[in-house]
């Protein structure tokens, strides 16, 4: 009605990554991520078994910057929290944690467990 229409993108799209380029066997993107090689604009997770999993994922890819006590949590529980300060969640810097050493990270996670049996360590 308007000439606007529906932009298909490709999976390929270095801007908008998501499972396609995480789970890549050789890793390429990612290891191109933290190389500082790309700079996407999303990182997409919905293909993610659950909510624990995303997160875990984002700290270990080192995309995480929300303070621990401030998951899950409603703005009046926080404390230091006000409407015009978000410095009792956020952290300038990414708060990381090794998980999983078969997944990409940002750190290499050699000491931590496969979450798929019979992947090698994403830092080989």
């Given at each position: 009605?308007?000439?606007?229409?529906?932009?298909?993108?490709?999976?390929?799209?270095?801007?908008?990554?998501?499972g396609?380029?995480y789970?890549?066997?050789?890793?390429?993107?990612?290891?191109?991520?933290?190389?500082?090689?790309?700079?996407?604009?999303?990182?997409?997770?919905?293909?993610?078994?659950?909510?624990?999993?995303?997160?875990?994922?984002?700290?270990?890819?080192?995309?995480?910057?929300?303070?621990?006590?401030?998951?899950?949590?409603?703005?009046?529980?926080?404390?230091?929290?006000?409407?015009?300060s978000?410095?009792?969640?956020?952290?300038?810097?990414?708060?990381?944690?090794?998980?999983?050493?078969?997944?990409?990270?940002k750190?290499?996670?050699?000491d931590?467990?496969?979450i798929?049996?019979?992947?090698?360590?994403?830092?080989?």
């Open positions: 009605m308007y000439g606007l229409r529906a932009k298909v993108i490709s999976k390929l799209d270095p801007e908008l990554p998501g396609y380029h789970n890549q066997k050789s890793g390429a993107y990612m290891r191109d991520l933290f190389a500082g090689k790309v700079d996407p604009v999303i990182f997409h997770m919905s293909w993610t078994l659950s909510k624990n999993n995303k997160l875990k994922y984002l700290r270990q890819m080192g995309e995480w910057y929300v303070q621990d006590t401030c998951i899950q949590q409603e703005a009046n529980q926080i404390s230091g929290f006000t409407e015009n978000f410095q009792a969640c956020c952290s300038a810097e990414p708060l990381i944690s090794c998980y999983y050493r078969d997944k990409p990270s750190i290499p996670c050699r931590s467990p496969p798929d049996k019979g992947r090698p360590s994403f830092w080989k």
